[in-house]
Nanobody, 112 residues
Framework: QVQLVESGGGLVQAGGSLRLSCAAS????????LGWYRQAPGKQRELVAT???????NYADSVKGRFTISRDNAKNTVYLQMNSLKPEDTAVYYC??????WGQGTLVTVSS
């Protein structure tokens, strides 16, 4: 069974930065499409960013220019660098593999 374990969430002031990590196991990581999604209180889960096995990236309009997704195949880890954070970025952030496997989520809270 695929395991995805997120880390790096926390409380940060508006304008600050955080880097999320997601360590994957029991998966052929190098050929997988990885993604980050988020779910704010009272809202549906939404796509943040994805990265394919060939490093093609896709971002939600709301995070373009502020967030960067990357991967390290040697470490089976995908990252989300989040800069210029805004209060509206507050959410539980979930790692996803191949559009079907989910991590448990990590909470990001951005204070104004």
């Amino acid at each position: 069974q695929v395991q995805l374990v997120e880390s790096g969430g926390g409380l940060v002031q508006a304008g600050g930065s955080l880097r999320l990590s997601c360590a994957a196991s029991r998966i052929i990581f190098s050929i997988s499409t990885l993604g980050w999604y988020r779910q704010a209180p009272g809202k549906q889960r939404e796509l943040v960013a994805t990265i394919t096995s060939t490093d093609f990236t896709n971002y939600a309009d709301s995070v373009k220019g502020r967030f960067t997704i990357s991967r390290d195949n040697a470490k089976n880890t995908v990252y989300l660098q989040m800069n210029s954070l805004k209060p509206e970025d507050t959410a539980v952030y979930y790692c996803n593999a191949n559009f079907k496997n989910w991590g448990q989520g990590t909470l990001v809270t951005v204070s104004s």
